[in-house]
Structures are given as C-alpha cells and as structure tokens.
DNA sequence: AATATTTTCGTGTACGCACACAAAAATAGA
DNA sequence: TCTATTTTTGTGTGCGTACACGAAAATATT
C-alpha cells in the first residue's frame, strides 16, 4: 500500500505538498503539481480512508427526508432500513444522520419538516421530494446554502440535485405488462386499481402504466383496461363491494395490474371465485405483498429493491462528502421480478431480516 | 465521543493500564480491573474502530481458487470481479488477495493450486471445491494449519468449512420449470442439452434439473424431456446437427432448458425455423447469454448474482478474520429472473461495468 | 543591491488506539 | 534489612492523514 509519506519520498518533497496537491489545494508550483499528479497516478495512489477520517475527525450530518410508515403501508418501512444499515456501518466516518417523516397526506407536514431540515445545516440532505411546489422552495433554500441534496425513489426534473436513486417507473410497468401478457395469453381485458393514488402525486404510477400499454401497443395487441380509483377508502368492505362489482360486470378482464405497493389491499378485496380466474399483479416486496405471493393470490411482484435505495443513497452520499466522488445523475435500482419460487432468496439480508423481526 | 485516554484520567491511571483491562490483557490487579471495568460501562465507552485498525494495520492474506475463464466460458469472471471489487473496498483494512486459476478440465492443475496456496499459509482461503478427492486432502492440510475456508458456488457436504455462498440450485431449477410453464402452456415436451457437463463434475446441474422435474410432478403434471450431451464437442457445426436433427425428429418439443451457463451456443445451435416456435431458459448473465435476451432467442434466464457471490465472499472472510464474526452456514444468492426488460437494470453495478469494458 | 513581499514548500502535532519497553511498586528470598 | 524477583503500572512511538505554522525560495519593490 503506497502512502502519501511514499509519495513524498518519490517526489523528493514534504508530505505537505503531496497533501496539498491531492486536495488541490492552492500553495503550490504549476510544475510540481503536474509531476507530483503523475507520480499519483503512476503508484495508483489512493486514500486511505480509514487515517482519513480519523485525522479529520469531521462530524458529517446527513438529513432523511421520507413518508412515514405504519403497519397499514409499510412500503417507506425498507428504505428506512437500509438506512439505518448504512448509518452503522458508516458511523466511525462520522457519518450522523437525522430521520425526518412527513404523512402522504399532508403537504404541510412536509414543508414543516423541510423548514426544520433547513434550519439545522446538514451538510446533505436524502429525500423524496413529494410536493412540488414546496419542494421547489425548499432545493432552493439548500442551494442557498450550498447543501447538496440527493433524490430517492421519486424523481423530478430541472433541479440540481446531485443524482437520482430510484426505478425507471416505465420501464418496470413494462416488464409487469410482458409477464402480465405470458399469463393471459390472448386475452386482453385488464383492471388497473389505484388505491389513495391522488396522495402520491408523482409520476410513478402514470409511468408505470404508460409502460405497461406501450408493450401491448409495440406487440400491436390492443387491449381494453378499466382504472379504478379508490381515494381516502379506509373501508375495504366498500373496496370489496365496489371491485366485484366491477368484476361481476366485466367477465373478459383476466388480469388485475395495481401499480402501486398495495397490492394486498386490492387482492382481499377479490372474493376467491374471481381470483382463481385472475392474475394478479403489483409491485414491491411489503410483508402483506409477500403473504399474497405465497398464498398463490399474487403470481408475480416486481421489486425495486427499496432497502438498497436507502442503503445507497447514504453511500453515494457520503462517498460525495468525505472522497468528492461524482455520481452519476440517474442510479436505477434493479426491476426484479419476484414470485412464490424465489422470494425467500429475494430479501435475504440478515440485517434487514433482523431488524425486521425485532 | 469517549475515548481510552478520557477513563484514563477518570479511573487516575494510564492508558495502557485500560488497553489492558479492555482486551482482557493480563498484568492489571484485580482491583482496578474490576474499577476499570466499572467506569468503561459507566461511560458507555465503545472502541472506536477506525482507530484501532489504522493501529493495527495487520495484513490478512485470503487465497481464492476458482476455475479460470476465457472468451469462449466467461462465466467465472464475474465472481473474478467481484472479488476484485471488495479487494478494492478492504485493502485499507489490510486486506491483500492472491488469486489462483485452474482448468475445470483438468484435477491436475486443481491440485497443483492447492498445494501452492497450502505452501503460502495465507489467513483464509476462498474456493470452489470442483474435484472431490482433492478438496478432501487439500483441506485436511488447511484444517492442521488451522486456516479457515469458504466455499463458493459449490456446496460440498461434511466439510468443516465456515461457510458456502451460493444459489440454492435445486429451487432455481424449480422456478426455471414454473417459467417454463407459464411460457409453454399444456405442451411439456422438454429438451435438455448439457454441454461439458463432464467437466463440471458437479452436482449443480443435476440439482436444477430435479427441482426442475419436480415442479411438475408437484403440478401433476407429466412431462417428458430428452436429455442431450455434448461432451468435449468444441465444433458447433456438430451441435448444429445434432440438435436439430433431435428437434426434428420430436416435433413436441416446445421448451429448451440449460441448465449450465452455456445456453448461448445451444442458441447459436438451434436454427431459426425450430428457435421461433421454443422457449428457451438458461441460467447466468454471461455476456453472450445477455446477447441472447437481447436478441429474443432466450426467453429467461435466471441469474445467480455470482458477482455478488465473490463479493460476499471475501467480506465474509474479512468480517470473521478482523471481528470474529461468525457467518450463517449457507449464505444463498438470489434467484433472479432476467428478461429482456429488465436486464439493463440487473447488472448495473457500475464498477462492474466500468472494468468489464476496460 | 538591499529589503519587502509573495509564493512555495517543510515541520510538527493531533486524531484514538495498540504494543513494546521502561519504570515503579509489591512481594519473595537472603 | 537489603537485594532479587515478580507483579503492576506508566511512557513513548507509530499507523496515515490533515492542517497550522514557520522556513526557504522566488519575485517584487525601493
């Protein structure tokens, strides 16, 4: 392992002067800056991060912003953990991070959170900009601030956050629309349900569904689709009425596509006669999702892996802080497709198992 | 944040007298130890880590032994770089990795790597224990020089190793046989090549062609399959002929399993007329697999995450030699599904990516 | 040419811990 | 009681890096 003390002794300088030139720092000749950078490269010279950070000893704050969770829609409950993951495995960085929840709900719960975040000067900011308006406001009181910030499973365009981690939501839906189409075979009636689709007002669901038609349309088979909307329904007794009814009325529709993470929820709303007839298909591993891929109610989840998304935007992040690496602007999180065959190699992390279960 | 000199200066004793007491040293009189001892959980003092292995600096030493690849079987660089990667990520912890090829054609060259690395007394080995007589005495000599080891890829039973990573091939056969399924519909006329299966005498492909078997049989349903080998053929014009001829001669025939990584020259093999009316399913995102996908030959193919694999491995060995963790015994890779549209997104680890195009 | 100023570079210390070595204290042996 | 031995404790240095400070060299000013 070469050191920067090595460095020095090739170079015939101090160890100041390599200091100053891998932090470029000012102080120092044109001249010897350009040989002390090639001799760098030539001895692959990397930084040791562990003497790094303990000479730094730099406490870095790092905010979360997200929707909470709750035993109803766990979904924001696995990237939370992959967090949480990362924060310990990073904290002897002087990684510190602060958890912040909003409600889907609520605009203003956001922005109060947003105003607090800002208030408290971290030196970035993870989250999932939800409102647009509010989130506008917001980037630009960072940028003010010089606070880089990184999106995390919802994207938006025209801001400058350093990069975007998350699914292509077009293409996940049109993946869900090929396999939808291998288990239907011919027939093409469809019934695409969206419960409390208004509280995520993002893109996500409209991609996906764009995607899921756009494979039909290229494949040049039309099909006949029926959206439900199911807005602030807390009563699955009226969910239930309401999809057989709609079910009983239209015999062709062979598969049901709910294209957001609530999948469950549609299909405890589906008497057993129907649902032997139907397959079923929705996104993201959520325990209740889960418990419908193994009862053979839910033939295929497709998952974005959201434990990793946490997990990694406090990598990228960090990785920005401490070593200044550039991410790249779009990290897409694989589109995995998970059935009752393989889930229970899907999720095997320990820790999360772990967490999960304590 | 406090630190071995803070109890110092509370217990009124030095620092090395509380390095003593912490790692159970001896030389420090009962009184003070138990004092000591008192006032480190008081101030719930917790060893920083950073700072212990910067004063460590010990060198770990990890040997891997893997089959080597080349242009024609690139199967094996994945875990290749994956190892590469956490090498990498952990040399600042000291860790240093010796990596040794063998040919899987030839036990001679297994065993002539074996004894190279038993001669080198590394800390831990990493490897894939493809010739059974061998790995039996190869580890009989690791076992009396106390060095740890792993398998990777492939399970072996009755060994002392401290763990295996790997797909659980059985269940990955199973999940093929659903796809399969779904893909082929009531026809369950099979074709099942292996090519090489000789050299990879393993028991991986009989795994995967049981649980493929099996999935049917739990379904109740009777399927038939041709087995077909080719064995040291390196002429695909022979392939061609032969499988074509038995497609021929078996009009069923609707699907082609691969159950090794080598489903891209059964592809190439089979002509356009028969490959239009098959599905095909293999295993492994090899690049010339991917190529298949790509080109809708392949249907599905089910991946391993083997980069992940070799990843894993060497965190593992790192974790136990540097924090005496201990791993679960089987550590399973995920049974992905891998299409089309998603495959863009499977093997997205840009590192990956990066070296594989360098 | 002599001094002042700026630019460029070297030195020393700290981060928290481990460990070798030295010193002091306690005990044993005479 | 005085040394010899053992037990207990203290000190110092190094790991690789960051950074403040000061020294030297180069340049500018008079």
């Known amino acids: 392992m070469v050191t920067i003390k090595d460095i020095a002794k090739i170079a015939n300088v101090s160890t100041g002067t390599v200091d100053r030139v891998i932090h470029n720092r000012q102080g120092v000749s044109e001249k010897t800056k350009e040989r002390i950078n090639k001799i760098l490269k030539e001895n692959n010279f990397k930084i040791n991060v562990i003497a790094r950070s303990l000479a730094l000893r730099k406490k870095y704050s790092i905010a979360v912003l997200m929707p909470g969770f709750n035993n109803d829609n766990l979904f924001w409950k696995s990237p939370y953990l992959g967090i949480s993951k990362a924060r310990d495995e990073m904290n002897h960085l002087g990684v510190q991070i602060e958890y912040f929840q909003f409600s889907q709900l609520d605009e203003v719960s956001y922005k109060k959170q947003c105003d607090i975040i800002v208030e408290l000067n971290p030196d970035a900011v993870i989250f999932s900009p939800y409102f647009q308006k509010e989130t506008l406001e917001f980037t630009k009181r960072l940028e003010g601030k010089s606070i880089p ?121 589906i008497s057993k006669a129907y649902k032997n007839k139907l397959t079923l298909i929705g996104f993201d591993t959520t325990t209740q999702n889960i418990e419908c891929l193994k009862n053979d ?62």
Chains 1, 2 share one sequence.
């Open 149 to 269: 910030y990184l999106f995390i499973n919802l994207d938006l365009h025209g801001y400058k956050n350093i990069c975007f981690i998350g699914q292509d939501a077009y293409k996940s839906g049109y993946l869900a629309a090929k396999l939808m189409h291998l288990c239907t075979g011919n027939k093409t009636d469809f019934l695409i349900p969206l419960v409390e689709s208004k509280l995520q007002n993002n893109s996500v669901l409209e991609n996906r569904i764009k995607g899921f038609k756009d494979y039909f349309d290229l494949k040049q088979l039309s099909i006949n689709y029926k959206t439900l909307y199911f807005e602030g329904l807390r009563d699955e007794n009226l969910i239930k009425l309401e999809l057989n009814a709609i079910l009983k009325k239209n015999p062709h529709i062979s598969g049901v596509l709910v294209p957001s993470s609530r999948i469950s929820i549609i299909s405890r709303g």
């Open 297 to 358: 109610e839910v033939t295929f989840l497709i998952s974005q892996k959201s434990f990793n998304q946490g997990y990694q935007s406090v990598k990228v992040i960090t990785d920005y802080l401490i070593q200044n690496i550039q991410p790249s602007k779009k990290i897409f999180s694989p589109i995995e497709i998970i059935t009752k065959e393989n889930v229970e190699f899907s999720q095997r992390n320990k820790w999360e198992y772990k967490k999960i279960n304590s």
